[in-house]
């Protein structure tokens, strides 16, 4: 299947310094991409994938699970360490699950986390019913664009596979408990309003990291695509002021692949 327009992976030849970034359940690199060209743009090597099943149509995505969308990002921090000194991890909302699990999985080899308004449960009673629902209902309606900026719009499915939602619930679920693990600075940005993902994921994080060097940023004005809502300018500044407190340099030239 074609990729949606906007969906496509994004990569970045940069400096010694290199940037992971996750995107979201049912979303795609599109709801990243301002922010990965931004880190770009400070001369890092940056690589925003696609997750197996995402961008295409949710058809597709019934198709995979959470090895799937982990095995991904492993390969590709596997592929930054190869070529960068140091490497960090970023996400938005599962993708901050993610990321979250590459800490803890590789330890030193990521220097540090920074995720907006990361995911660490599905929630609600239905939650409990998909084991059985998946098997008799195929899809429910979508979660994308929950923007507060006008004309604001998030590339994703207007579906979700109930498959895939089961699928996700047990991945989170096992971040759960492997967040103890997570040891390096952590940097959580969170939405005052998100319909998508509760301020009770984040203060769940928070209190299960080993991190001793964290800090919470609350985003006023945006929901829960904040990387493309009102405050995605200061996620930005804010991450990669992040970065460069924790490594001592940065790149300063490369070349874009992707658009």
Known sequence: MPVLPGAEPYRHEGGETGVLLCHGFTGSPQSLRPWARYLAGQGLTVSLPLLPGHGTRWEDMALTGWPDWYAEVDRELRALRERCAQVFVFGLSMGGALALRLAAKHGEAVRG???????????????????????????????????????????????????????????????????????????????????????????????????????????????????????????????????????????????????
Request: proline content about 5%.
């Open 113 to 259: 986390v920074a995720v907006v308004n990361p995911a660490n449960k599905v929630h609600g009673l239905s939650a409990y019913a998909l084991p059985v629902a998946r098997h008799l209902v195929r899809s429910t309606k979508g979660i994308t664009s929950d923007i507060a900026k006008e004309g604001g719009e998030e590339v994703g499915y207007d579906r979700v596979p109930l498959h895939s939602a089961h699928s996700l619930r047990i991945f989170l679920r096992q971040v759960d408990g492997e967040l103890p693990q997570v040891t390096q600075p952590l940097l959580l940005l969170r939405s005052a309003q998100d319909h998508v993902v509760p301020a009770a994921d984040s203060a769940r994080i928070l209190g299960r990291v080993s991190s001793a060097d964290v800090t919470e940023i609350l985003l006023e004005q945006s929901y829960h695509v904040a990387t493309l809502d009102h405050d995605a300018d200061r996620i930005f500044e804010e991450s990669y002021a992040f970065i460069a407190r924790i490594a001592p340099s940065v790149g300063k030239e490369g070349t874009a692949v992707g658009g």
